[in-house]
Structures are given as structure tokens and as C-alpha cells.
């Protein structure tokens, strides 16, 4: 007999609790698993992220009841997307189409909450101020353990079938089960961004020149995320000087209607920056493991994608260890389900994602990549609506 453990036990522990992590819990504890979310950071503080939904993930909240909330909260509907490519003006206009409405870019501050909050509703337990720091196995490699450090430094050990990585895109989580990278990307671009008042609220604009990017997010609270784009390599070059005035240089040269708007505009002492960093796609379960969001698959931010196939990759997830859950046990061979189809569904928007942010394009070259994304977006959200042949989760 087996000698008695005393450790709790989860059936899943989730490391990470926003969009990716919480969706996960959320979608697992409504399918009837006994979930356990740990994350360092508090309830509702903000990331660095310029968090704009597109089709797919507007999709995935609707049919997880979520998005009346994302609504109420204040969070505008997009009706439009303009594309300006030095003075051609693009705009495409987001029509209503079953579920989605529109587009909605809610600020991290309200929709990892949310999603956080309503996957407690459904019995998940969320720690925060617990980090994830190591996972037992059995000798032939399978996790039986994590370790956790709980908010007063206290170590410990808890019992469960999965650990899902779902901490970010330097996941701790991949690094102890060992999860390699599949494919790796060698383009980066930098951002700078800051919220402001006062901005166009006629929909996003995502704005180009040559080897630049800029562009308007409308959010919470009457403010958009104004933001500007530059290959990594470029920003490091000025990264000595003040950053606001790297902001304003690229806007100005990039989207002179919001470089006007912006220097006026309260807010830009509140600037933030990210200074890029490759793709890549990590294999995403082994035994007793799993990697959702940017933990297994990071990809460029300027195709403004991440949360989108977060909150995908959180549904692919949950359908594989609920349909191999037989008894108490979460099966590896359904888990694996979970790779392949990350895998194939991911394929297009990477590599697209990756020529664009390589800035080795003319306007007329970006604006047809843009038109390849689109159309991997339309697929995906076909994919999306397809695929969910009678899966149950919403509320
Ligand atoms: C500048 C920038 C702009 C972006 N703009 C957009 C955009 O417009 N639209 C879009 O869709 N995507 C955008 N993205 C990408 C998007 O932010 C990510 O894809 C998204 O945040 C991934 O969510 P996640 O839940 O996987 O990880 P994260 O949001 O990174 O969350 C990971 C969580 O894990 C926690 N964690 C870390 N270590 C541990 C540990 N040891 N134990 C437990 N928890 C841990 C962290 O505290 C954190 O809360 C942008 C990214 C950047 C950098």
C-alpha cells in the first residue's frame, strides 16, 4: 500500500492567474474539477500589454458568458478598424456577426479580473501573493507534486494530475518540466505606449511607415492606449534617451493626427516600454503538464494576437482534459490532443505575425500581409465556431 501523503490534493494547479490561467480554471472548474490558481501578483494590477481583442477572442468570451461583464464594465465597443499605410487610409468596418458585435479591448486591469472572479464563482481557488516554484515527479517522469511559496515565503507541497503553466511568456513552469521550444522566431519589435484622454474613439487605427508602427486603442475610463512600434534593434539604439520623447518622435513620424492629439493630452509621464522579443512556440504537454497562453506560445505583440489565442489555447486545453477525464485521473494520451491542435491552428497568424513585425516590408508589402492575417483570423474564428459541436461552458 501506498504510504499516506499528506499533501491537498487539486486535480489541476494553475500557475498564473489572467487571461490565459484564469480562463483555464474557469473552463476546468465549470467542467467540475477541483482547480487551485497561485499567482505572485495581486488581484487586478495591471501588465504590460496594449490589450486589444480581436474576432476570436470576443468570440470565446461570449460563449463563456463573460463578455456582458467585459461590457459592463464600461469597455467600448469597436465598430472599426483603419489601416493607414503613410496617407492611404483603410478602414474596415466590424460588422455584427452572430456572438460578436464588434471588437473590445478592456483594459488587463478588468479582464483578468473578471475572468479571475468568475472562474472563483465556479469553485476555482485563487491564491494570490503564491508563486509556483517546482513540480515532483515519479521516476519515469510523470508530475505528481508542485511546489508553491505561499504569501508568508512558506514552502509548499501539493498533490494534483496537471500543472498548467499559464505564467507568462519566461514561464517557470516550462523551465522545471523541461519544455523545449519547437520553432523560435529572430524578429523583435520594441513598444511604447501609455493610456491617454482625449483620442480618437471611432475605432482602432493601426498606423504605418517605413519601419515604424503606431497606433490607437479606445478603453476604459474614456482613454485609449496610444502606442508606437519599432524594430528592438532600433529602440535599443535610443534607449538612453527620454522616453517620451522616443514616443512622440515615432508618432509624430508615424500618425501625425495622434502625435497632435497626444502631446496635449495628459498621461504620457505614465509611459511604459517593452523592448521586444522573439516567437516562439513551446511543446505545449508532456505528462502531467500542460503550457497555455504566452507560457507555450509567444508571439510578436504587434499583431496584437496574444490574448486572443490565450483565451483559444485555455478552451483547447480544457476540451482535452475534460474529454480524457475518465474517473478521477486526467488521461496523457487525451492531453495530447492539446499540442497538436495548438500546433496547427497557431501555424498561420506566427508566421505572418513574424513577417510583419520583421519590418522589412513597403507599405504596399504590409498592407497585404495584413490582409493574409485576416483572412487566418477568419479561419480561425470559422475553427472556433465549427469545433464547439455541443462543448458546454458557458455559465
Ligand atoms: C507591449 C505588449 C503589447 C501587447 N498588446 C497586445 C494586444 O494589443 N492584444 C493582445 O491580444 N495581446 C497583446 N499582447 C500580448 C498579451 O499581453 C499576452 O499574449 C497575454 O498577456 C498572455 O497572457 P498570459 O495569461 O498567457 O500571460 P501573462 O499575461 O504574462 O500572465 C502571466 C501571469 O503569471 C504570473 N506568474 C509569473 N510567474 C509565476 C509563478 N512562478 N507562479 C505563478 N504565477 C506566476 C504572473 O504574475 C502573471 O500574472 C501584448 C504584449 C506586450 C508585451
Request: proline share 5%.
Amino acid at each position: 500500500m501506498a504510504p499516506h501523503d499528506p499533501a491537498p490534493r487539486y486535480d489541476v494547479v494553475v500557475a498564473g492567474a489572467r487571461v490565459a490561467g484564469a480562463s483555464t480554471a474557469l473552463l476546468l472548474a465549470r467542467g467540475g474539477l477541483h482547480v487551485l490558481v497561485v499567482d505572485p501578483v495581486a488581484h487586478g494590477r495591471d501588465t504590460l500589454s496594449t490589450h486589444a481583442l480581436m474576432r476570436g477572442g470576443v468570440l470565446q468570451l461570449a460563449h463563456w458568458g463573460v463578455l456582458d461583464a467585459v461590457k459592463a464594465a464600461g469597455t467600448p465597443r469597436i465598430g472599426r478598424t483603419t489601416f493607414h499605410y503613410g496617407p492611404r487610409v483603410v478602414p474596415v468596418e466590424i460588422e455584427p456577426d452572430g456572438d460578436i458585435d464588434g471588437l473590445y479591448a478592456p483594459r488587463r486591469t478588468v479582464l483578468d479580473a473578471i475572468l479571475a472572479d468568475a472562474a472563483a464563482d465556479v469553485g476555482a481557488e485563487l491564491r494570490y501573493g503564491w508563486a509556483f516554484e517546482d513540480v515532483r515527479r515519479t521516476p519515469n517522469g510523470h508530475v505528481t507534486h508542485v511546489v508553491v511559496r505561499d504569501e508568508e515565503g512558506v514552502r509548499r507541497s501539493i498533490r494534483t494530475d496537471l500543472v498548467v503553466g499559464a505564467d507568462g511568456m519566461r514561464s517557470r513552469v516550462a523551465r522545471r518540466v523541461g519544455a523545449r521550444a519547437t520553432r523560435t522566431t529572430t524578429h523583435a519589435t520594441a513598444s511604447v505606449y501609455a493610456h491617454l484622454p482625449g483620442m480618437p474613439e471611432d475605432g482602432y487605427h493601426w498606423c504605418f511607415e517605413d519601419g515604424l508602427a503606431a497606433g490607437s486603442i479606445p478603453t476604459n475610463d474614456a482613454e485609449a492606449c496610444v502606442f508606437v512600434s519599432l524594430p528592438a534593434a532600433r529602440f535599443h539604439a535610443v534607449r538612453g534617451r527620454n522616453l517620451q520623447e522616443v514616443f512622440l518622435d515615432v508618432l509624430r513620424r508615424t500618425a501625425p493626427e495622434l502625435f497632435e492629439r497626444a502631446r496635449g493630452a495628459g498621461g504620457l509621464e505614465r509611459l511604459r516600454a517593452f523592448p521586444g522579443a522573439p516567437g516562439f512556440l513551446r511543446e505545449a504537454a508532456g505528462p502531467g503538464w500542460a503550457l497555455v497562453g504566452d507560457a507555450g506560445y509567444f508571439k510578436d505583440p504587434l499583431t496584437a494576437h496574444g490574448m486572443t489565442d490565450a483565451l483559444r489555447d485555455a478552451e483547447l486545453l480544457a476540451r482535452a482534459v475534460l474529454a480524457g477525464r475518465r474517473g478521477p485521473e486526467i488521461f496523457d494520451d487525451a492531453l495530447l490532443a492539446y499540442p497538436r491542435l495548438r500546433d496547427v491552428l497557431s501555424e498561420g497568424v506566427f508566421e505572418v505575425t513574424d513577417r510583419i513585425a520583421s519590418f522589412a516590408w513597403s507599405l504596399e508589402e504590409v498592407a497585404k500581409l495584413h490582409r493574409v492575417l485576416s483572412r487566418e483570423m477568419k479561419a480561425e474564428v470559422e475553427w472556433l465556431r465549427r469545433s464547439r459541436d455541443g462543448m458546454r461552458f458557458a455559465a
